[in-house]
C-alpha cells in the first residue's frame, strides 16, 4: 500500500540497516517524533526505575538537585538524551557528554561512596531506556514495534553501555538483543527491593513536577495517572507510588492509544527537526515561561513549609 506524501518518516526508518544505521534510526525517532512532554515521561520513568536499588535513592534525594532544582535536572537530563539520540552513540560529541556525566558520578561518588560502584544498576539503567517504549505499547494495547527499531534500538545502547564507567570501572555485560535487554530489566526488577522514604519522596517527586510542568490545574489527574500507568507495577509497588486507578486509567490508556494510532496512520510527520524547535526563539521562550512558573511554585512551597530550605550543600 502507497502511503500519503506526508507519512514518510517510517518509509525512510524502513530503507535502512539497523546493523550499519542504528544512530541515523534513532536521530530520526528523536528528531520527529519526540516532544518534550514524552522525554519528560521517559527522564521520569526511567529515574523511578534507576532508583530501586536504596544507594540509587538515597544518592538522588541526598544531592538535593531533584528537590530543589528540578528544572535544572530535567534539562540537564533531556541534554544529555538529545546529545546522544541527535548526535549518535558513536560520536565525539556524545563520547564527550557522556565523559562528563561519568566525571560527574565518579565526584559524587566522594560524598556517596558505593553510589556508582555496581555494573548491574548502570546496565539496568540502559536497559530501562530500551525498554520504555515497547513496555508502553504493551501496556497500551498498541502492536509491537517493528523488527528495526529493535535492532537499531539495541546497538545504540549497546554502544553508549561501552562509553561509561562507574567506581568499578567500565560497563560490561550489556544484553545481545533487545529480548535480552527486556529481560535483564525485568530480572532486575524482580528482586527483592525494600521501599524506601527517599524513593517514594523522588518518585512523588517527579510525578508531581511532570504534571505541574506540562498540565493544568484540572487536568494534572490525567499527567499522574499517566506517569503511573507508564510505570513498571514493580516500580509503583517499591515506591509506594499507588495504582493508576481503573477508570482513570482506563480514560488516559484509551487516549494515549487513539493519539498514537493517529499518529502513525493519518497525521502528517513532522518535518522540521525537535532540535530546532527547542533551539528556537518559540522554544526557548516556552522553556523560559516554564521555569519561571515551576520556580514560583517551588518557591511558594518553600514559603509555606512544604519543603525545607535547602542545605548550602544543596543551593
Known sequence: MTRAPWKWLADRIESLDPETDSDEIMRLVAEHQLNDPIV?????????????????SATLVGTGKM????????????????????????????????????RYHLGLARRFPGAFGDNDEYVYTLCAVGDFLPRMRETLGLPPQSPTLDVAWHHFLRDLAELFRGEHGAVTGFPDDLAGVRA??????ARDWPSTPEGHELAEGMVRQYAE??????????ARTQALL?????????HRTGEPGRVAGAVVRLTMRWVIRAQESWWPDRRRRFSETRAGRRGQA??????????????RRVAR?????PRPEDA
Not at 44 to 55: D, E, K, N, R, S
Not at 184 to 189: I, K, L, P, S
Not at 290 to 297: F, I, P, S
Open 213 to 222: 510542568r506540562f498540565f493544568p490545574p484540572p487536568m494534572r489527574w490525567f
Open 305 to 309: 513549609g512544604e519543603i525545607a530550605p
Open 40 to 56: 519528560n515521561l521517559t527522564l521520569l520513568v526511567t529515574t523511578a526505575q534507576t532508583a530501586l536499588p536504596p544507594t540509587a
Open 230 to 238: 507508564l510505570m513498571p507495577p514493580r516500580v509503583r509497588e517499591v
Open 286 to 299: 516556552r522553556a523560559r515561561r516554564r521555569t519561571a512558573r515551576m520556580q514560583q511554585r517551588y518557591d
Open 184 to 189: 535483564f530489566a525485568a530480572r532486575f526488577e
Open 67 to 102: 528537590l530543589h532544582r528540578g528544572e535544572e535536572r530535567f534539562h540537564d537530563g533531556s541534554g544529555y538524551l538529545m546529545t546522544w539520540f541527535t548526535q549518535g552513540a558513536r560520536s565525539e560529541a556524545t563520547r564527550a557528554s557522556v565523559e562528563r556525566l561519568n
